[in-house]
T-cell receptor
Framework: RKEVEQDPGPFNVPEGATVAFNCTYSNSASQSFFWYRQDCRKEPKLLMS?????NEDGRFTAQLNRASQYISLLIRDSKLSDSATYLC?????????????WGAGTKLIIKP | DAGITQSPRHKVTETGTPVTLRCHQT?????MYWYRQDPGHGLRLIHY???????DKGEVSDGYSVSRSKTEDFLLTLESATSSQTSVYFC?????????????FGPGTRLTVL
């Protein structure tokens, strides 16, 4: 089992709809959480950090559920430009060092 | 966008040949990283550097070596390329090792080993 798991999708969603997807992590020592966005054949770019109390950035809302060990990303009023792969990243400390564990990503396709 | 370039952007090579990928930054960041990205896998760290001549292994370092002789350049070498090293390679930079949200990626290099 992978330490960070995401549904690969694709999620096919009509423009204007709300879509949400989760990322589960297995190591309870995980400390910090992030969502990155990756456009087709491009590099990953930070979308947002995920804070314990949940946080919002415009149409995007990120939440953390430590008890169930998952983070979620919700996109409201989806735009065609939201089509991308969304990568979940978990940071944890190991042997006095930090390690980033990346999910394989969830592909989102917004249809007109 | 952060000033990170990678060269070459695409390369096709044959099994057994040496390959060097270059990452160049203009941000003067201390940390530089090499990742590979394969379908069905998250990004996996190959090696990273925390200063000139200071490097350390990541989770998938076998078959790869790195060098950093200048702050701005981080080289990844495949001494004898194998088909399993066919992948997309991303370089990244950051000011802080502890803050992944400060990490910026280069455009990537698509490597095919025949």
């Amino acid at each position: 089992r992978k330490e960070v798991e995401q549904d690969p999708g694709p999620f096919n969603v009509p423009e204007g709809a709300t879509v949400a997807f989760n990322c589960t992590y297995s190591n309870s020592a995980s400390q910090s959480f992030f969502w990155y966005r990756q456009d087709c054949r491009k590099e990953p770019k930070l979308l947002m950090s995920v804070y314990s109390s949940g946080n919002e950035d415009g149409r995007f809302t990120a939440q953390l559920n430590r008890a169930s060990q998952y983070i979620s990303l919700l996109i409201r009023d989806s735009k065609l430009s939201d089509s991308a792969t969304y990568l979940c990243v978990v940071r944890r400390e190991m042997d006095s060092n930090y390690q980033l564990i990346w999910g394989a990503g969830t592909k989102l396709i917004i249809k007109p | 966008d952060a000033g990170i370039t990678q060269s070459p952007r695409h390369k096709v090579t044959e099994t057994g040949t040496p390959v060097t990928l270059r990452c160049h930054q203009t941000e003067n960041h201390r940390y530089m990283y090499w990742y590979r990205q394969d379908p069905g896998h998250g990004l996996r760290l190959i090696h990273y550097s925390y200063g000139v001549k200071d490097t350390d292994k990541g989770e998938v370092s076998d078959g790869y070596s790195v060098s950093r002789s200048k702050t701005e350049d981080f080289l990844l070498t495949l001494e004898s390329a194998t088909s399993s090293q066919t992948s997309v390679y991303f370089c990244a930079i950051s000011e802080s090792r502890e803050r992944p949200d400060t990490q910026y990626f280069g455009p990537g290099t698509r490597l095919t080993v025949l």
